[in-house]
């Protein structure tokens, strides 16, 4: 940068300060008559131009030195000025310089540490947000972003959640007496569903800091997302509701075999064999039922160990199909096995399987049209995993029961599948069973022409 030229009133005030103490010499030699007219005066002349030349030079040092440390708070460093009319100040430069590089040493470390501090806030799982005393938002971190979109800073928390007792319950944190002190508590829970698409299920976990914070942060809100959790409950409870309801419904059938039997049927000997027909039927069902949701409770507690044996999956299906083949007769259905040659290996359990691909035909059987083709197909699927497919020619599956058909109980038409001896946990065991496996269950379905269910597991290598 080109140096700026002295201020000429600045100049004019330090020349005369410097030429006072020699003029009063001269002066003084002059009235005592030690020094001539005419050499005094030759001398102050003299003075004046050397004494013009040193405070020029000193006060243009003075003028960098001043540039020097104005520009030592800038983000690079200046260069040190060579001040060689003025040593003095060119010592006071270097120390002005060393106390920078210690402000800028310390400004970094403070720079790190707040990095640090929102890299450790930004890991965190779930959204938080800290608002200051007024309730603007100071700080988020990644999940919030994540799941509020971009959040401006020094908005109000109105602005992104607009949940009214999320904003109470903020309020009665922040709130102060006429002290200055605060009235209220200094945490608290708050449960909402967050608008969708998806809703959500959140409890925001609301803290005050003992203190604000240096960015004003006086109140954290965390969020924490419980939809999973709170699916998880409402299943829970539904199974315990539809299991209740499955075998309410048996039970209450043989209690009023029973109690004709015992009373008006007495005697009718006809009448008793149908009525003990039945109730054999109804037992069996409520068998069916208690053996399904054993089976599930079983395989659901071992699921996280994957099956390690080779199996021969040829051989499952055979044997099952041995088990089915009665029941595809009584409907006039016909089975078809395809296995491809060569066959790999399959990783699995050969009894979970063998329910698996049961459970799967069975459906086939049960829900195709009479006279018409279950094919069953086994084959390599060539990305190292084996595939068995069942297509039934049936009435098919619309589209919109698909991604609830594994769940326990659920059927498409209630009243045919329980006609049909159905428990409505099939699907649900076969899906258990596939997890465990770490396979695949594909289903496909045209309404009106039929289903294909693939299972894909891994081949042994
Ligand atoms: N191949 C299929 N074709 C048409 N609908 C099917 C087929 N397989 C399953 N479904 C539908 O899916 C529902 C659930 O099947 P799932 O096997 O779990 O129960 P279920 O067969 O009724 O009873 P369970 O298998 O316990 O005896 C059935 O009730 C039926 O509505
Ligand atoms: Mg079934």
Same mark, same amino acid.
């Given at each position: 940068?080109?140096?700026?030229?002295?201020?000429?009133?600045?100049?004019?005030?330090?020349?005369?300060?410097?030429?006072?103490?020699?003029?009063?010499?001269?002066?003084?030699?002059?009235?005592?008559?030690?020094?001539?007219?005419?050499?005094?005066?030759?001398?102050?002349?003299?003075?004046?131009?050397?004494?013009?030349?040193?405070?020029?030079?000193?006060?243009?040092?003075?003028?960098?030195?001043?540039?020097?440390?104005?520009?030592?708070?800038?983000?690079?460093?200046?260069?040190?000025?060579?001040?060689?009319?003025?040593?003095?100040?060119?010592?006071?430069?270097?120390?002005?310089?060393?106390?920078?590089?210690?402000?800028?040493?310390?400004?970094?470390?403070?720079?790190?540490?707040?990095?640090?501090?929102?890299?450790?806030?930004?890991?965190?799982?779930?959204?938080?947000?800290?608002?200051?005393?007024?309730?603007?938002?100071?700080?988020?971190?990644?999940?919030?972003?994540?799941?509020?979109?971009?959040?401006?800073?020094?908005?109000?928390?109105?602005?992104?959640?607009?949940?009214?007792?999320?904003?109470?319950?903020?309020?009665?944190?922040?709130?102060?007496?006429?002290?200055?002190?605060?009235?209220?508590?200094?945490?608290?829970?708050?449960?909402?569903? &967050?608008? !969708? @698409?998806?809703?959500? #299920?959140?409890? %925001?976990?609301? *803290?005050? +800091?003992?203190?604000? =914070?240096?960015?004003?942060?006086?109140?954290?809100?965390?969020?924490?997302?419980?939809?999973?959790?709170?699916?998880?409950?409402?299943?829970?409870?539904?199974?315990?509701?539809?299991?209740?309801?499955?075998?309410?419904?048996?039970?209450?059938?043989?209690?009023?075999?029973?109690?004709? &039997?015992? !009373? @008006?049927?007495?005697? #009718?000997?006809? %009448?008793?064999? *149908?009525? +003990?027909?039945?109730? =054999?039927?109804?037992?069996?069902?409520?068998?069916?039922?208690?053996?399904?949701?054993?089976?599930?409770?079983?395989?659901?507690?071992?699921?996280?160990?994957?099956?390690?044996?080779?199996?021969?999956?040829?051989?499952?299906?055979?044997?099952?199909?041995?088990?089915?083949?009665?029941?595809?007769?009584?409907?006039?259905?016909?089975?078809?096995? %395809?296995?491809?040659?060569? +066959?790999?290996?399959?990783?699995?359990?050969?009894?979970?399987?063998?329910?698996?691909?049961?459970?799967?035909?069975?459906?086939?059987?049960?829900?195709?049209?009479?006279?018409?083709?279950?094919?069953?197909?086994?084959?390599?699927?060539?990305?190292?995993?084996?595939?068995?497919?069942?297509?039934?020619?049936?009435?098919?599956?619309?589209?919109?029961?698909?991604?609830?058909?594994?769940?326990?109980?659920?059927?498409?038409?209630?009243?045919?599948?329980?006609?049909?001896?159905?428990?409505?946990?099939?699907?649900?065991?076969?899906?258990?069973?596939?997890?465990?496996?770490?396979?695949?269950?594909?289903?496909?379905?045209?309404?009106?022409?039929?289903?294909?269910?693939?299972?894909?597991?891994?081949?042994?290598?």
């Amino acid at each position: 940068m080109a140096d700026r030229p002295v201020p000429l009133r600045r100049y004019l005030v330090a020349n005369a300060v410097a030429l006072a103490p020699s003029y009063v010499a001269l002066a003084t030699l002059y009235w005592t008559g030690a020094l001539a007219g005419r050499p005094a005066l030759i001398a102050a002349a003299g003075i004046a131009v050397v004494t013009a030349l040193l405070v020029q030079r000193y006060l243009g040092s003075l003028a960098q030195f001043a540039r020097f440390v104005g520009n030592l708070s800038d983000e690079r460093e200046p260069v040190m000025p060579r001040l060689s009319f003025a040593p003095a100040t060119e010592e006071l430069a270097t120390a002005a310089a060393t106390l920078s590089a210690g402000w800028r040493r310390q400004r970094a470390s403070i720079d790190n540490l707040a990095a640090s501090a929102q890299a450790i806030v930004d890991g965190l799982p779930d959204p938080l947000i800290a608002v200051d005393r007024q309730r603007r938002i100071v700080r988020t971190n990644l999940a919030a972003a994540a799941l509020l979109g971009p959040v401006g800073a020094e908005r109000d928390l109105s602005t992104v959640l607009r949940h009214p007792q999320l904003l109470a319950a903020v309020d009665s944190l922040l709130e102060t007496g006429a002290d200055g002190n605060f009235t209220g508590v200094d945490q608290s829970a708050v449960e909402f569903a &967050l608008a !969708g @698409p998806p809703e959500r #299920d959140v409890i %925001a976990q609301l *803290r005050r +800091l003992s203190r604000a =914070a240096a960015d004003g942060s006086l109140a954290l809100i965390v969020l924490h997302d419980t939809t999973a959790q709170r699916r998880a409950e409402r299943m829970r409870a539904d199974f315990v509701a539809n299991a209740s309801h499955e075998l309410k419904t048996p039970i209450a059938g043989l209690a009023g075999f029973i109690e004709t &039997l015992r !009373g @008006p049927a007495r005697d #009718d000997a006809g %009448a008793r064999e *149908r009525f +003990l027909g039945i109730m =054999a039927e109804q037992a069996d069902r409520m068998r069916r039922l208690v053996d399904d949701l054993l089976m599930l409770s079983r395989i659901e507690q071992h699921e996280h160990a994957r099956p390690d044996r080779e199996i021969d999956l040829d051989r499952v299906l055979r044997g099952v199909l041995d088990l089915l083949q009665l029941k595809a007769s009584s409907r006039s259905v016909r089975i078809e096995l %395809a296995v491809a040659a060569g +066959l790999p290996r399959a990783i699995g359990d050969h009894d979970e399987l063998t329910i698996v691909f049961q459970n799967l035909i069975d459906n086939a059987i049960k829900y195709a049209r009479p006279s018409t083709v279950v094919r069953v197909a086994a084959g390599p699927d060539g990305q190292g995993s084996v595939f068995v497919a069942v297509s039934d020619e049936g009435d098919g599956i619309p589209a919109a029961h698909l991604p609830r058909l594994t769940e326990r109980f659920y059927r498409v038409d209630t009243a045919r599948s329980r006609q049909l001896g159905g428990t409505g946990l099939g699907l649900a065991i076969v899906k258990h069973v596939v997890n465990r496996h770490r396979g695949r269950l594909d289903i496909r379905s045209t309404p009106g022409k039929g289903s294909t269910f693939t299972v894909t597991l891994s081949a042994a290598d």
